[in-house]
């Protein structure tokens, strides 16, 4: 059984590009959140889809958008990239629904780097 | 402000003894939390969870409390073993949604 998977693993950038990352949630998980990662510090939560809608966002810039689609993966893209993006980014997978108090399974991120 | 709070500074620990983290947390009211370990250049895996109405939680060699009043958690690692070695991360859970707040994490270094 296949886990989360993203890709790519590793991706550079410059200032002002634009960039898509991708997930594709651990086999029977329809709840996919985003999660960004700086050096040193804990994730920050980004945004979550459930049922191909953007159920909650966190406290980031409309330059982070997102996609869920039927199979369940998704997609975080980033516009007009700042050097602040560099980060490693994280998906994460569970079961949604109410009361949705289940464990989140982590993907192995992707690093980004804005130069 | 919204802060959770883990020890910054790494914890020593020789084989075999009790590491112990904390987490604190202020302007939460948190519904659950919960553990993960995270590995260098590694996605978080999850350890354990412990909700509001729960003083404490095992899973094998760990155990987890979780006091409300004082908003604190502690985690413990028994018989630690260098395998133990990793950053923990403690989250906090506040709507039934699974959105999680991360604290920036504790490094353990458990030395034979």
């Known amino acids: 059984d296949a886990g989360v998977t993203q890709s790519p693993t590793h991706l550079i950038k410059t200032r002002g590009q634009q960039v898509t990352l991708r997930c594709s949630p651990k086999s029977g998980h329809d709840t996919v959140s985003w999660y960004q990662q700086a050096l040193g510090q804990g994730p920050q939560f980004i945004f979550q889809?459930?049922?191909?809608?953007?159920?909650q966002r966190g406290n980031f810039p409309d330059r982070f958008s997102g996609h869920q689609f039927p199979n369940y993966s998704s997609e975080l893209n980033v516009n007009a990239l700042l050097l602040g993006d560099s980060a490693l980014y994280l998906c994460a997978s569970s079961l949604g629904g109410s009361l949705s108090y289940n464990e989140q399974f982590f993907g192995p991120g992707t690093r980004l780097t804005v130069l | 402000s919204q802060k959770i709070e883990q020890n910054s500074e790494a914890l020593n620990i020789q084989e075999g003894k009790t590491a112990t983290l904390t987490c604190n947390y202020t302007n939460y009211s948190p519904a659950y939390l919960q553990w993960y370990r995270q590995d260098p250049g590694r996605g978080p895996v999850f350890l354990l969870l412990i909700r509001e109405n729960e003083k404490e939680k095992r899973k094998e060699r760990l155990k987890v409390t979780f006091d409300t009043t004082l908003k604190q958690s502690l985690f413990h690692i028994t018989a630690s073993q260098p395998a133990d070695s990793a950053t923990y991360l403690c989250?906090?859970?506040?709507?039934?949604?699974?959105?999680?707040?991360f604290g920036a994490g504790t490094q353990v270094v458990v030395t034979p």
């Open positions: 889809y459930y049922e191909e809608e953007e159920r």
């Open positions: 989250a906090l859970g506040t709507d039934s949604w699974g959105k999680l707040q």
